[in-house]
Structures are given as C-alpha cells and as structure tokens.
T-cell receptor, first 112, second 120 residues
Framework: KQEVTQIPAALSVPEGENLVLNCSFT??????LQWFRQDPGKGLTSLLL?????REQTSGRLNASLDKSSGRSTLYIAASQPGDSATYLC???????????FGDGTTLTVKP | DTGVSQDPRHKITKRGQNVTFRCDPI?????LYWYRQTLGQGPEFLTY????????KSRLLSDRFSAERPKGSFSTLEIQRTEQGDSAMYLC??????????????????FGAGTRLSVL
C-alpha cells in the first residue's frame, strides 16, 4: 500500500525567499506524480505533473523533481509571494487506474 | 465554465438521513474519481470509474456508500444512514486516461470544488 509523507507539515517564510517542499513515497511503481495547491475550504488545483519517465517539470516559479527509485519528489518555489500561501499536496498516481495517494500536505505561509 | 462541477457545495443533514452528491466531469474525460478529505489531512481515494464501469473501490467505502456513473458522464455518490463520522469534504476529479503513454494519456486529474457534508 502506497504511503506518502510530506515534510515539513508547516512552513513560514518571509516574502522573496526560495523554498523547497519535500515528498516521499513508499512504492516506486508509480505512473506519475502530481503536485497540487489547496486554499482553505477549496478544491485542489493541479500545479505540476511529472510522468514516471521524467525527472523534472517547470512552470513559472515552480519546479518539481522526481527521483522514482528513491521514492522522493521536491517542489521548489522561487521568490515566494504572499499569494503562494496555501497547502501543497503531493500525490503519486498508480500504474493502473491513475488514482492518487495523497500526503497530508505542507501548509505554507509567506509573510509580507 | 468547463471544469469539474460538484453539487451541492454544502450539505447539512441529520444522522440517519440519506444524502446524494453529484459530479459533472470535464466533458471528454473518461475517468472519474471520488475522494474524501477530513480537516488537516490529504484526500483519501474512495472509488473510480472508467466510462460507466466502476473499476475500483476502496475499503473506506462501506456498504452505506454507493456510486454510479450510468452513462459515463456525470456521477452520483450516495451515503445511506449517515453517521457523524461521514462529515468531510467529498471531492470529485476527472482525467483523460489511457492504456498507453500517449500524449493524451497524461492522466492529469482536475478536481472540483467539493461538497462539504456536515452530519449533525
């Protein structure tokens, strides 16, 4: 059974800092891995998806990496802004259904 | 709006009542997923459909839960004899999945805003 751990659980940084969120998973037989953002009381917004054959994906100030063999992914956020404050969720997708197993997220607060 | 839509957004019910939620996926998406999320935790998988076939159900989905996707388009999730422990956010997602790693088969999941259930 896939288990996903996200560290740290919460992070507070001043505006402008670069930061890294960590995700580890126990079953490396994944189809892909998605990073999501969730604002309080809202649904999930997909940020980046990395296929199992890829090592990283970039979108704007976000860069996600994947090391499937070691069961790790990181989300790098450059030049953080207060609008980045949210919970970030990591979700590897399984090889058959594509269903995702989620970590409990990292809650990020960016202070002006 | 061509995203995933869920209805209702909020539902308050008394213990023992039945409730039904609806999810309308992105129109060309063949896969539809239901997840449940409680406060402070990540979503947990409940079940998924490929077209109209329900292909997998989590052990979290007790006999009181049933999901359908009768024409391979919208889906409903029904909870019978609700309990206080059913209080949660119920999230629906859809994707375009395939058997081979073609361009279209990226299986990016798009989520709806969720239905928040409160059982009193």
């Amino acid at each position: 059974k896939q288990e996903v751990t996200q560290i740290p659980a919460a992070l507070s940084v001043p505006e402008g800092e670069n930061l890294v969120l960590n995700c580890s998973f126990t079953d490396s037989a994944i189809y892909n891995l998605q990073w999501f953002r969730q604002d309080p009381g809202k649904g999930l917004t997909s940020l980046l998806l990395i296929q199992s054959s890829q090592r990283e994906q970039t979108s704007g100030r976000l860069n996600a990496s994947l090391d499937k063999s070691s069961g790790r992914s990181t989300l790098y956020i450059a030049a953080s802004q207060p609008g980045d404050s949210a919970t970030y969720l990591c979700a590897p997708g399984d090889t058959n259904a594509g269903k995702s197993t989620f970590g409990d997220g990292t809650t990020l607060t960016v202070k002006p | 709006d061509t995203g995933v839509s869920q209805d209702p957004r909020h539902k308050i019910t008394k213990r023992g009542q039945n409730v039904t939620f609806r999810c309308d996926p992105i129109s060309e998406h063949n896969r539809l997923y239901w997840y449940r999320q409680t406060l402070g935790q990540g979503p947990e998988f409940l079940t998924y459909f490929q077209n109209e076939a329900q292909l997998e159900k989590s052990r979290l989905l007790s006999d009181r839960f049933s999901a359908e996707r009768p024409k391979g388009s919208f889906s409903t999730l029904e909870i019978q004899r609700t309990e206080q422990g059913d209080s949660a956010m119920y999230l629906c997602a859809s994707s375009l999945g395939g058997d081979s790693q073609t361009f279209l088969a990226k299986n990016i999941q798009y989520f709806g805003a969720g239905t928040r259930l409160s059982v009193l």
